[in-house]
């Protein structure tokens, strides 16, 4: 009877370290620019709730995980903003729209991919929550989009990009 009982404890901690070891990598998600669709990994969403609170969702391009988009500035996705003080909870964001930013200080992107041709810093955008659970949170964006050379120059023209995913909630 022992043995039995050890064995279903055994079985039990390999079967939620396995569930916790296949989540340490983060969700995924994909972005399309300009006709293209680039894959993100390691999908990660952190937050803090209360008077400073905010979000940020970041990845990496999937295709390129070590590699810069430009030199410097890591390749894959990172939006963040604030949350307003009604979200109390994670479940508070399930069809929740919010606004993103971009900081525009040089060493920082939206979003920027491999052969991308630049960085691209949000005009106008809003990140769309989906479902939340004790793990993971999916989410949608769009937005309009300044194009930066990474050297201090910027296109003209605006850029829309959007995408889906479903990110790794990270323990604060």
Not at 15 to 44: E, F, K, P
Not at 52 to 72: K, N, S, T
Not at 84 to 94: C, K, R, V, Y
Request: proline share 2%; charged share 20%; glycine share 16%.
């Amino acid at each position: 009877m022992k043995v039995a009982l050890v064995s279903s404890v055994a079985v039990a901690i390999v079967s939620i370290s396995a569930g916790c070891g296949s989540n340490q990598g983060g969700g995924d998600a994909r972005v399309m620019l300009s006709g293209q669709t680039y894959a993100v990994s390691s999908v990660n969403f952190t937050y803090e709730i209360g008077d400073d609170g905010y979000f940020r969702i970041e990845g990496d391009d999937a295709a390129h995980p070590e590699e810069d988009c430009l030199p410097g500035l890591s390749s894959g996705l990172a939006l963040y903003g604030d949350l307003p003080s009604t979200i109390t909870s994670l479940a508070d964001l399930f069809g929740k729209e919010l606004p993103f930013e971009f900081t525009g200080d040089g060493d920082d992107a939206n979003v920027c991919f491999v052969g991308s041709n630049g960085l691209l810093g949000v005009e106008t955008g809003t990140v769309r929550f989906g479902k939340v659970d004790g793990t993971k949170v999916e989410f949608s964006f769009s937005g309009n989009f300044t194009v930066y050379d990474g050297e201090g120059g910027q296109a003209s023209s605006k850029v829309v990009a959007t995408g889906d995913g479903v990110a790794r909630i990270a323990a604060n």
